[in-house]
């Protein structure tokens, strides 16, 4: 086994020269026959550092990197044959290889439908149906496997239980006596939570290739996958010190792999899916709920599926449980990069599903979602796209509060000032802050001579600066009236550059100082401003959606009962005339 590997080895270090050689084919017709016979005669070895698996590990990944062109074809179907029986008995680290080859030979030969992939649906579907059974032994806490040597291990035995690689220790120790030899078992492919990962992919590209053989077969797995997105550790298991972390985020990145292969055939399957709602919608909360705060891909992948199952008629499911999703800890988490990096997903996600379930939604949840919305305008380290769309998710909710308090009894009025008192600071924050900083942006440099007096920062505000030309006001009297129901924006996350950046201060102030302390703040965790990404377009877009936000609520406000259930009065409380007086007062400034 040992000169198998080493010639193994030697092949594997020249194999990019070989692909180059002009007797390339040749090499290619020699080596498939060795390789296939060697993987189907072999049998399968659950040890890393024995040499057989080496072997069959390095051959596996030689066929991988073989060019998957006109010279491979004539061999692609026997590769095909093998890798795919070999998915039954390997152990995981291989089996992973042969999910690779398996992609890659589809995607580029499309080989003809053959039993062989429905016989692979069958097995795929057979993984998800004992998953169920194998729960509490996969979170079992299980220490090292301690024995004297490798042969007294009953390999057999371990095997059913093992679901993620494990150290097995023997009493022998290494040449120079340091410390005691010790071996990695490989789980089983079929038990293996890696391979789980793997596997929701391939079924989709079997899907894209052959939908029209096996679109019977994937619509089986619909129950199949809400149970599986349902299933979690046992609260007693979870809460023992000896928990493994790390097979608990193989596990979840299993399930979110599992619901994204849901996003993409839901569309397809919706009927189908449909009858499996209440478990889905529960096991999508339940995998918000318990996903490590520390793990942000996770809570990305399960973000952007979540996305896509919310864009569908199904988004109504979600409405008896919207509590839970305007409860940040549930919907973001509470860890430090998902928030720094996930907000504008998450918030643009729940906006889109408030959006479109609006006229559904109870009082109480109307006035959560104006708590939430009221917060995000306002927080100035999100980028000014999400404020942005944070002020029309508001504007587009008047008339339902206006609605849910008739039916309800509610006091909608009270909460449409709020509101309105919302919109008015944000025209401050504008004037005083944002506009500032665009004109520092754009004005020319200053004369020779700059003006001693502190107070040069305010000059931007006075009228009659030419760089304000483009923020002209849109509420022109040519301006169309304000739409019933704005479609509130599709924010594309991707786009959205978040990354930390320190707020320029104005050209006039030149405060270093205050510059280089912001650094250091951000260091140490402190929410960073998106001054240094304001730009004209969006903060015009924010005014405009401003102007027209505080026409619809004061449309609302003149036409909802107050809780008293008067509305024969349409005249405005002091606290009222007071809110509107400061919105003339930083509208006007804002409009500049």
Known sequence: DESKLKAAQELNDSFDVIIAHSQYQTFLDHAMRVFLKLLQEGTSHFIAELHIQQVRKLVLEMIQRLPANDLLKPYAKNILSLTF?????????????????????????????????????????????????????????????????????????????TFTITTVQTEKKTPDNSSNISYSLIPKAVLSLKVLQELPIIVVLMYQLYKNHVHPEVAEFIPLIMNTISLQPPQHLRQSPAFNKEVFVDFMGAQIKTLSFLAYIIRIYQTEVGHHSTLMVKGMLSLLTICPHEVAHLRKELLIAARHILATDLRSKFVPLMEKLFDENILLGKGWTTFETLRPLAYSTLADLVHHVRQLLPLADLSRAVQLSSKNVHDESLPTSIQTMSCKLLLNLVDCIRQRSEQEGGNGKELLVKMMEVFVLKFKTVSKLQLPILISKHLPPPAPTPPSSSTAILAPLTPGVPSLAPLQSPATPGNPQTPATPATPDIKTETVDIKPAPSPAPAALGQDKESLELEKKVKFGFPTSQAGNYSVSDCRALVKTLVCGVKTITWGLANTKAADGNTQSKQFQPKETLIYIRLVKWAMEALD
């Open 85 to 161: 029986k070999l998915l039954e008995f390997e152990n995981e680290e291989n089996v992973l290889v042969c999910l690779r080859i398996i992609i890659e030979l589809h995607k580029q030969f499309r080989p003809a439908h053959s039993a062989e992939i429905t016989h692979f649906l069958q097995f795929v579907k057979s993984i998800y149906n004992e998953l169920p059974n194998h729960l509490n032994k996969i979170f079992e806490p299980r220490g090292a496997i301690k024995v004297k040597e490798l042969s007294e291990l009953n390999i057999d035995a371990l095997l059913c239980e």
